[in-house]
């Protein structure tokens, strides 16, 4: 069965720092999306893609965040300048529509920020 | 902005009792999907709501959507160890953006 791929699994990184989280969404999907996860906390929407740029995206989406769709697979979530608050589970999930279409979500990379 | 309140927080049953889950949309939604996530996993589609008064049952799981589509429940029956994880809906509002509740967390009592 087809299914959401995510690397890498854990990403330590510092303060300051950039780091781009990787995603090869289901091949025949065409809807993209980040979400986070506090540790223990509710999944939090950051920002739907479609059609090569972004469709919708959270209050969380600042400016420090960007999302790209580099080649015909992969779908990246940026992050400039990481700050303490961001250490979270961050998923990538798709879905073949948007409205009436299940999200199938990748198994998350956890992110620490020291 | 808009919010899907969800509750309980937690719920603790012994194995076989039931568990219920509700959620509560403060407008109306076009449609309401329900998650579970499994300690320390992603979370995992269970099933969609779309009409008005729906309900929909999956062996042991029971949904409902309300008639003013702003309310909706998760009701298991009979529960195993296998049901632990927390549940989640979503409720999709007039912009199609998914709102997620805060989950439900299932803890099966020893």
């Known amino acids: 069965e087809p299914e959401v791929t995510q690397t890498p699994s854990h990403q330590v990184t510092q303060m300051g720092q950039e780091v781009i989280l990787r995603c090869v969404p289901i091949s025949n999907h065409l809807y993209f999306y980040w979400y986070r996860q506090i540790l223990g906390q509710k999944v939090e929407f950051l920002v739907s893609?479609?059609?090569?740029?972004?469709?919708?995206k959270s209050e969380i989406f600042d400016d420090q965040f960007s999302v790209e769709r580099p080649d015909g697979s992969n779908f990246t979530l940026k992050i400039r300048s990481t700050k303490l608050e961001d250490s979270a589970m961050y998923f990538c999930?798709?879905?073949?529509?948007?409205?009436?279409?299940?999200?199938?979500f990748g198994p998350g990379t956890r992110l620490t920020v020291t | 902005g808009q919010q899907v309140m969800q509750i309980p927080q937690y719920q603790h049953v012994q194995e076989g009792e039931d568990f219920t889950t509700y959620c509560n949309s403060s407008t109306t939604l076009s449609n309401i999907q329900w998650y579970k996530q499994r300690p320390g996993g992603h979370p995992v589609f269970l099933i969609q709501l779309v009409k008005s008064g729906e309900v929909k049952k999956q062996k042991r799981l029971t949904f409902q959507f309300g008639e003013a589509k702003k309310n909706s429940s998760l009701h298991i029956t009979a529960t195993q160890t296998t049901d632990v994880g927390t549940y989640f809906c979503?409720?999709?509002?007039?912009?199609?953006?998914?709102?997620w509740g805060a989950g439900t967390k299932l803890i099966i009592k020893p």
């Open positions: 979503a409720g999709r509002d007039s912009n199609y953006q998914l709102i």
């Open positions: 999930a798709s879905s073949t529509g948007t409205g009436y279409y299940e999200q199938y």
């Open positions: 893609f479609y059609n090569n740029e972004i469709s919708e």
